[in-house]
Structures are given as C-alpha cells and as structure tokens.
C-alpha cells in the first residue's frame, strides 16, 4: 500500500503511528488559571499497573454520577466541576493525583489562611476509593498580598520555614514543608498582581515541587536497606581475594569461585531490584530543581530560599542513594574482575592436569607399543614352532611313500634346514600386516 493511498482524506502524507501521541504529549498537563484568593488540596497515591485500571474506573463512576463528562480512555488528566469547585485527576508513572480547588472566600475563617482544617475539605474525595497508599497530601492556600500582616510564626514552624519572592516579585510562597494534624503540608502563595494563568501555573509548579522532592526521597529507604548488604558483600570480597592470594589448587579455587558467585548473583539481584527506584530518584529530583529554576526564586531577608533548604535537606539523601548505587556498580566491576581471574587460574590448572595426563597417556602408549612388540615377537617364535612342527609331521609322514619312490632324505635334517626359512618367512608375514596397520592409523 502506497503512502498517498494511506494518507487521510484531504492530505498528501500519512502519520507515523506514534505521531499524535507525541503531539499530544506536549498538552497532556496544560496549566490550568487560578483566581485568586483560592484553597486547593492536593494529594498523590502510589499506584501499580492494577490499582491504575480501577482507579480510573471508580473516578469515571464518580463523574458519571455526578453528571460530569467522563475521562477519555487514553487522558492522563481530567477536569470537572462540582458545585463551583474543580476536582482534577492526573495519571502519572507510578502516582495518581487528586487535585481539589476551592473558592477561599467560601472556606476561610476569621481571615487566616487554612482555616477551616483541611480535613474538613476534603470530604469529596474520600468518595473515590483510595487507589494506593497515600504518599502526599497538600493544603496550598493563594491569598492576595497582605504585606507583613500574615502571622507565619503561627501558620508554620520557624526553624523550618522557607520563603522566597518568585515570578519577579509577583508572588511570595512559603512553607516549612511539615504535616499539619490533618497530615497536608501547607503552602501560602502570596499573590501581588498576577494573572490567573500566571498564579495556575505557579500553583502547578509549587505543588509539583512538593509532590516530586517527596517522590525523590523514596530512594533514601532503599538505600538504607542495602547498605548493610553492600557493606556485607564489600567485607566478603576483601576476605576472599585476600584467600586467593594465598590459596592454590584447583579444588580451592573452584570453591572460592563458588562464593564470588553467591556474592555477585546477590548483588546483582539486589541492584536489578534498586534500578527503577533509584533511576526514578534521580528523574525526580531534576524536576525538582527544574520546577524550582521555573519559578525564579529570590531571597526574603531572614529565611532560606526552598532551593537552599532543600539542597541542605535533600542533597543529602540524594548522594546517599548515588553513593549505593555507585558501591553497587563498582562491586559489580570488582567481582567480574575476581571471578575472571578466578576463572583464569581454573583454566590454567586444568591445562596443567590436561597435559600431565596426557604425558600419562604417551607414556602409557610408549609402554604398550613395546609390549606389543615383545608379543610380536613371541607370537613369531610360536607360530614358528607349531608351523615347524606340523612340517615336521609332515615330513614323516611322507617318508614311507618317499623312501618307496627311491627319495632319500632324513626328516630331522630338513626339519631343521625349514627352521629359519619358516621363521623368516612368518616374521616378514607379521611385519607387513602391522605396516598395514600403522599406515591405515
């Protein structure tokens, strides 16, 4: 089938298969605007392959329900309103989000930000079953510029709070990144005369910040797990080339090959099990420091910017999990190093018994050549004999009839003028039949 015959009606080229996937990729998230003032919960789920499938279906039966559209088969987000708010889904790699925004002015008590609790706002998504296990919850509140009249010291913890101006002095976001009792972390975005485009965008972005350097830290657990191990198998592989040194034979050998084995297949086991979660640490905390450079941080007086607090916090965690993973490949390297040299001495005193048995093996040839020439030999003298000795019966038999025919002759005589005859004659017999033997070899 040509290209023009399968090219749309209209058009002159056909698509690649994966083009508009591609395209549309671009738009899968778009920002969404924001008025300000408004409350937004946002939480994230850890989901795999099956909670995915049914977490999209129970979310479909809730707009359906609800009278809403529902999410196309392929969306990887969705937007619908209930009742003057917006509940937002978003489906990601291995997280599923819950995007819940709020009027403010229909939610706030007594002028401070996050009150009501956040808690008390959430009821609307508790009737979607919880996909996986809650990993982030987020109570982001945007306010209008209040200058200083907003108490921080009570809103968050002073020994943690991080502030900054971003979006050129537009905004202000603060937070000290700790659960309230409800378990959200809170963020106050100060607005100070942006668009609702500029304030959704920036929402997306510091709700990002939190979801992905959240995200990131799971590799820290991972790594604590294998330290031990790696440490372990650091130990065994200092002891055992320690033992290779001093050890010959190939029994030895071989069972110390046997443990660098065991050694490298648990290593290899266990960073086969780490690669995804630490290759995923690694994405996450880019976006991290992506979303942070987006947002163009500038310092407030007093307090950290929340890239400096989370490079204090977060780098570290992040260069735990770079370190195992980097004593994971260089052990990998250092053991395939050992078990090749293992392997070498194996094959070199395998070549050494190989040689000596088949010097064993010439001499054993050399031997049996010899004693098949001493029974060459011997069979010689002995058939000699018995041929003699029938000519022998021979010859007196004969002599009655010959002595009647007028033949004299004395049969001990001719019997032993025959002798060397016959023994040269069957000697030159067996001499050819083992030159036969030895040219057909």
Request: hydrophobic share 45%.
């Amino acid at each position: 089938m040509t290209a023009i015959e399968n090219a749309k009606p209209g058009r002159a080229f056909y698509d690649h298969p994966l083009r508009a996937a591609v395209l549309a990729e671009l738009h899968a998230r778009p920002f969404a605007p924001v008025s300000t003032p408004a409350r937004i919960l946002h939480v994230a789920f850890l989901v795999d392959r099956g909670q995915a499938l049914a977490d999209r279906a129970a979310f479909a039966a809730l707009c359906a329900a609800r009278g809403q559209p529902e999410p196309a088969r392929d969306a990887k987000q969705h937007r619908v309103g209930f009742g003057g708010a917006v509940l937002r889904w978003e489906r990601h790699a291995e997280f599923t989000t819950y995007t819940w925004e709020l009027p403010a002015e229909d939610v706030t008590e007594g002028g401070l930000p996050f009150q009501p609790s956040s808690a008390s706002l959430a009821g609307v998504l508790a009737e979607v079953p919880q996909p996986g296990p809650l990993l982030v919850a987020v109570d982001l509140h945007l306010v209008t510029d209040t200058a200083d009249g907003l108490p921080l010291d009570r809103l968050f913890d002073r020994a943690s709070l991080a502030r900054s101006d971003v979006e050129d002095g537009l905004a202000e976001i603060a937070t000290d990144f700790q659960p309230d009792p409800a378990g959200f972390v809170r963020i106050l975005v100060r607005d100070r005369g942006m668009a609702p485009d500029a304030a959704g965008a920036l929402v997306q972005r510091v709700m990002e910040v939190e979801t992905y350097r959240t995200l990131a830290l799971l590799g820290l657990p991972e790594a604590q797990r294998l330290a031990p191990t790696v440490a372990h198998i650091e130990t065994e592989l200092s002891a055992l080339t320690e033992e290779m040194r001093q050890t010959e034979g190939l029994a030895a050998n071989n069972k110390l090959l046997d443990a660098l084995t065991t050694l490298a297949a648990q290593l290899e086991a266990d960073a086969a099990a780490s690669l995804f979660r630490f290759g995923a640490t690694r994405a996450y905390e880019e976006i991290v420091a992506a979303r942070l450079r987006a947002v163009g941080e500038r310092a407030v007086s007093g307090y950290p910017t929340w890239q400096q607090f989370l490079l204090r916090r977060l780098q570290p965690a992040m260069r735990t999990c770079q370190a195992i993973e980097q004593r994971q490949a260089n052990l990998s390297v250092k053991l395939t190093s050992a078990a090749n040299l293992l392997r070498t001495r194996v094959d070199v005193e395998l070549e050494q018994q190989n040689r000596d048995l088949l010097s064993s093996m010439n001499k054993r040839a050399r031997m049996q050549l010899r004693l098949q020439q001493t029974v060459e030999g011997l069979s010689v003298a002995a058939i000699s004999y018995y041929v003699i000795s029938l000519l022998h019966y021979a010859l007196e038999g004969l002599h009655g009839r010959a002595e009647a025919a007028g033949l004299h002759y004395d049969v001990g005589v001719t019997t032993a003028l025959s002798v060397p005859v016959v023994a040269l004659t069957i000697w030159a017999v067996v001499r050819r039949i083992r030159k036969g033997h030895f040219d057909e070899g």
